[in-house]
């Protein structure tokens, strides 16, 4: 019996061989107000990729989407971590200030996510001010003795008060043209990622304002290197990832896989939860279904968003149907469509800056 309890004890740890990567998280205040909640999340795959799947598999997928050998360099890339498997049962450590603490197993995708409080003393002594003026907190994974990696994670410190901007990212941040499928694919595995013009500089300000940032996206959890790389590039400021989980044999004829209501409302609630009293700011576009996302958490919670800003990418109105029915029951003044950012930048620098001035009160 102990040597089988060891056996499944060595199974379910990282081994040498295997990947870990932490997301960009955040931490709360506990209830108490004398510690901080910090999410933990991320995903433990295996980055050896079967034959089958990196030469046949991806020949098979460049020529059906007829990609030319000038962008076969985007596509091995980012169609590298979609073609490595997700590890399920691994259990999750990390270090902070030399202390242990157990995150989460993975689950069936490799995905993990936990919770860690530490008391205002510790988180004190670890904290990092980033180039925004955010405020970070690094961990870093606990491996087995003889593995020497360096594998680092870090959660923004998010006060209760203040002002969030939830932002999506495909056509909102980044052309991705997500209508037209075949347009979408290329934007996203074969082509140099593209910011929607104003974007980068409209959130440099609100970062510089006070506000933090959370993207929620469609985009699959293993798009999450890149989409980061692009945001550190184009001087996106530093926020909390939340992507959706997705695997080939799960979804084989769609590349965005699931109902985005489900994903994003299961992304954004628990965000309004961690910060009852904080502002936010509500930011997509309307390729998909931003507008009745948000539109209906608009309505549910209108103490705690001040603002929903949709980009109309389908030539969409104010008075169109689809948007009315939207933003049915909802105040007028709390949304608006735009097409450039520039028609929204001075209300969105408003919003942040009402917030900052009533926590300075």
């Not at 990696?149 to 901007?165: H, V």
């Not at 926020?239 to 769609?254: I, P, T, Y």
Request: glycine letters at 8%; one cysteine or more; hydrophobic letters at 35%.
């Amino acid at each position: 019996m102990p040597l089988f309890r060891s056996l499944r004890r060595n199974r379910s740890t990282v081994g040498r061989e295997e990947q870990i990567v932490f997301y960009p998280s955040f931490a709360s205040r506990t209830e108490d107000g004398r510690g901080w909640s910090l999410v933990v999340q991320g995903c433990v795959f295996d980055p050896r990729i079967p034959w089958l799947r990196r030469t046949p598999l991806m020949g098979l997928i460049k020529r059906a989407m007829r990609i030319d050998r000038a962008a076969d360099e985007y596509f091995r890339q980012r169609m590298r971590q979609f073609l490595m498997t997700g590890l399920r049962g691994r259990a999750v450590s990390v270090t902070l200030a030399d202390r242990e603490f157990h995150v989460a197993e993975s689950d069936y995708m490799g995905l993990f996510r936990g919770t860690i409080e530490l008391n205002e003393d510790l988180v004190s002594s670890l904290v990092q001010v980033g180039e925004d003026g955010g405020r970070w907190v690094g961990c870093r994974a606990l491996l087995g003795t003889s593995d020497t990696r360096e594998i680092r994670g870090q959660m923004q410190l998010i006060e209760p008060t203040g002002t969030s901007i939830i932002s999506d990212v495909d056509d909102t941040i980044k052309h991705s043209n997500v209508p037209n499928r075949r347009d979408l694919f290329r934007n996203t595995f074969a082509r140099h990622f593209v910011p929607v013009t104003g974007m980068p500089e409209l959130y440099r300000g609100c970062a510089n304002a006070g506000a933090a940032f959370h993207f929620v996206s469609g985009s699959p959890w293993q798009l999450y290197e890149p989409l980061s790389e692009f945001c550190r590039a184009e001087g996106y400021p530093s926020g909390s990832f939340h992507l959706k989980r997705f695997r080939f044999r799960e979804a084989a004829r769609k590349l965005r896989m699931s109902p985005q209501k489900a994903h994003k409302r299961a992304a954004i609630e628990p965000i309004l939860a961690a910060f009852p009293e904080r502002s936010f700011v509500l930011i997509g576009d309307s390729g998909e279904q931003d507008p009745e996302i948000y539109g209906r958490l608009l309505a549910e919670f209108p103490q705690q968003i001040k603002g929903v800003f949709i980009r109309a990418i389908r030539g969409e109105s104010r008075d169109s149907e689809r948007v009315q029915a939207a933003f049915a029951g909802s105040s007028p003044e709390k949304w608006a469509l735009y097409t450039d950012p520039t028609e929204i930048r001075d209300r969105v620098s408003q919003l942040v800056s009402a917030s900052r001035t009533d926590v300075s009160r």
